[in-house]
């Protein structure tokens, strides 16, 4: 590590009292160091990857990293607070702070000697040494590695190999089978993390150790940036279980089928592995076994220690199962709505009354090209409820699900439940088949229950639930919810486009604005004339953020980092899109001033939209959408008026935060420097 990390890059009197001052004065040793060329640029990507997930771990670490276009060559800085200061770790505040600087295209050389010093910060006597240091030179030296050498340990096949050869002489030497009926419990794991630098290493390494200590042969797969070397087959082959600790999707799923299965977020395996580990060997006494573990379930939901969904408190598994629904609903929103609209833009609202055009279409006629766009898209809204169903389900419980879901949704659309049927349908088909998983079954039997068994009794379950149960209250709730929309006007209407507005606007893309989203696309499953008005408010309410930044960026240049000023540029074609995540990297580098000043403007935005009475039938599209919309001078009123209100709020919030000129300029609103001519 001599390149990464020098005397010159060590403070051992951090005096930083915030996570992102302590990431500065790191930093600025960076760039003095001359690796870092961009301080700004560097510390936004910095904050947009701590606001992925924080970066802080048990025992008062904190590891703050991200690769960056700004990072000329793969740099660590060290930093020893005498204070602590809060990574967001379960335990407390850190006082060991490694700032991690990888450049984008880093090689696997490089990455592989970071993900070294990631696996020794799960060694207490190297961290307690680092505590003890009093010299730079000293504790560089240390992190370098310059100390007597160990002997080195094998992973992966490697080590799954000189397990077995040490096995096979115990055995030898003990007669055969008594040694052989002792033979170590075996877990192969995969672990993984969005920038795959450092926790993806850790909780490689925290899971082995906790292996070690238990008496359990733990073979792990690092799945992170510096590579991605396969287990060998045979190792896997003769597993007892398996542990995923990731946050972002398993590669090559398949491998590990049949296998009991521990699914949890990567910080999971850094903080408790020993549980994990338990877990495992409970879930392979039970027999219980992964069913589909070539799906793509989504990874790393879980609580605030990063654990999956199998230790999640309830509300968010359920956020996560819901949101798994939407995802896989969106694209038949996007593509049928549209078509849909279009049609309506060729043949007017009337062409939804059109026949078949599978039996009467005229080349020439724009009508039957109207129609045949108004029932191609009607039939992809057709998917949408039992696809929303099936995917929750999905979610849940994996691909044994996703029959009864899409039952289950069918019935729904059925009995005239709509989108409401469709969430209850979803929940039910993926716990009603959670628990048929849970019953033991002998090992003959469990090649068919996915494929046979599970779909059977789980759709026959769902079905009878939907069609004598919950349907009919279901769709009697619809119906009230339907009127409800139908007859807001007045106070009620401004109330409702003020909620839809802020949800759009706090999150930028996350769970509030998707759920706000999800209530819009619902509606237009049978649309209404308010259903109509909450899919404009919406679509105007999350055009709001992007077009606020791109404008304050425009108007106020100087508040701005140079970094942000380029993205300015791309945020007015992203917020013209109806693209809210493009405001993200703003909120990022300065959440207390940027989204309380967009939710402030999608409020207003949302508001006037109700009150306009704009309507829309497309999910999607933004300002290329306008010729479809109700009232659209109205609306793109309503976009604007948002819009300068949040640009006025962020900018006045910004310059309350700016300080007198100093030599090398400016200090910027979100703390930066920036230079006095920008």
């Known amino acids: 590590m001599s390149e990464l990390i020098t005397a010159d890059l060590v403070d051992l009197d951090l005096s930083a009292t915030t996570k992102d001052t302590a990431a500065r004065s790191l930093a600025e040793r960076m760039v003095a160091a001359h690796r870092v060329t961009d301080l700004d640029g560097f510390l936004a990507d910095v904050a947009a990857r701590e606001a992925q997930m924080p970066t802080g771990l048990d025992g008062g670490i904190g590891i703050p990293h991200c690769r960056s276009e700004h990072v000329n060559a793969p740099t660590l800085a060290f930093g020893r607070s005498g204070a602590g200061i809060d990574f967001g770790a379960a335990d407390g505040p850190a006082d060991l702070i490694f700032l991690i600087a990888a450049p984008a295209g880093a090689d696997d050389d490089h990455l592989t ?56 002489t115990a055995t030898e030497a003990a007669g055969g089978t008594e040694a052989a009926e002792s033979a170590p419990f075996r877990i192969v794991a995969v672990t993984s993390c969005p920038t795959g630098i450092a926790h993806t290493y850790m909780a490689a390494e925290s899971l082995a150790a906790a292996g070690r200590a238990e008496g359990v042969e733990v073979t792990v797969e690092t799945q992170g940036s510096a590579g991605f070397k396969k287990l060998d087959p045979a190792v896997v082959a003769a597993a007892d279980a398996v542990i995923w600790a990731h946050d972002v999707e398993v590669r090559e799923k398949a491998r590990f089928r049949g296998k009991p299965l521990v699914d949890v977020g990567v910080k999971a395996g850094i903080n408790r592995p020993a549980e994990l580990i338990a877990e495992a060997r409970r879930k392979a006494e039970r027999g219980e076994i992964a069913t589909a573990p070539d799906t793509d379930k989504a990874a790393g939901s879980g609580d605030g220690d990063g654990s999956g969904a199998d230790h999640a408190h309830f509300g968010v598994r359920l956020r996560t199962y819901l949101m798994s629904g939407v995802s896989y609903m969106v694209p038949f929103v996007a ?122 009794i789980a759709s026959a379950t769902v079905g009878f639930l939907m069609f004598i149960v919950v349907g009919k209250p279901i769709a009697s709730l619809q119906n009230a919810l339907t009127d409800w929309l139908n007859g807001l006007s007045g106070s009620n209407a401004v109330i409702l486009g003020v909620v839809l507005g ?22 237009l499953a049978d649309p209404t004339p308010g259903s109509l008005k909450v899919m404009a408010a919406v679509m105007a309410a999350g055009m709001v953020p992007p077009l606020a930044m791109a404008l304050a960026t425009t108007v106020r240049k100087r508040l701005f980092t140079k970094t942000e000023r380029e993205n300015g540029r791309a945020a007015w074609v992203l917020g013209a899109s109806f693209i809210t995540e493009g405001a993200i990297p703003f909120a990022a580098a300065d959440p207390l001033r940027v989204i309380p000043s967009v939710m402030a403007g999608g409020a207003v935005t949302g508001a006037l939209s109700m009150v306009f009475g704009a309507t829309l039938r497309a999910p999607h599209g933004g300002v290329f959408v306008v010729p479809l919309i109700g009232e659209p001078f109205l609306y793109l009123l309503a976009i604007a008026a948002g819009t300068l209100v949040a640009t006025v709020l962020v900018v006045l919030l910004k310059g309350a935060r700016r300080t007198a000129p100093e030599a090398a300029g400016d200090v910027g609103a979100d703390g930066s420097r920036v230079p006095v001519a920008a």
């Open 335 to 456: 593509a049928g709505g549209l078509l849909i609209a279009l049609s309506f833009a060729i043949g007017g609202y009337e062409i939804a009354s059109a026949k078949s055009v599978a039996d009467h279409f005229v080349w020439g006629e724009a009508d039957s090209w109207a129609a045949l766009l108004n029932q191609i898209g009607s039939a992809a809204f057709g998917f949408l409820v039992p696809v929303l169903a099936g995917y929750i389900a999905y979610g849940m419980a994996d691909r044994p699900a996703l029959v009864p879901g899409f039952v289950g949704g069918a019935i729904a659309l059925t009995v005239n439940a709509g989108f409401l049927g469709g969430l209850v349908a979803g929940l039910l088909a993926g716990a009603v088949v959670m628990a048929v998983q849970r019953v033991p079954v002998h090992a003959t039997l469990r090649g068919i229950m996915p494929v046979l068994v599970i779909p059977l």
């Open 113 to 168: 000697i970071l993900s070294g010093l990631a696996r020794r910060l799960m060694d207490p006597e190297f961290t307690a040494a680092l505590r003890a240091g009093t010299d730079p030179r000293a504790v560089a030296a240390l992190i370098r590695g310059e100390e007597p050498p160990e002997e080195p340990e094998l992973e992966g096949a490697e080590a799954g190999k000189q397990e077995q050869e040490r096995a096979e």
């Open 502 to 523: 802020l949800m759009m606007c706090f999150d930028m893309g996350g769970p509030l604005n998707k759920v706000a989203y999800a209530f819009a696309v619902g509606g």
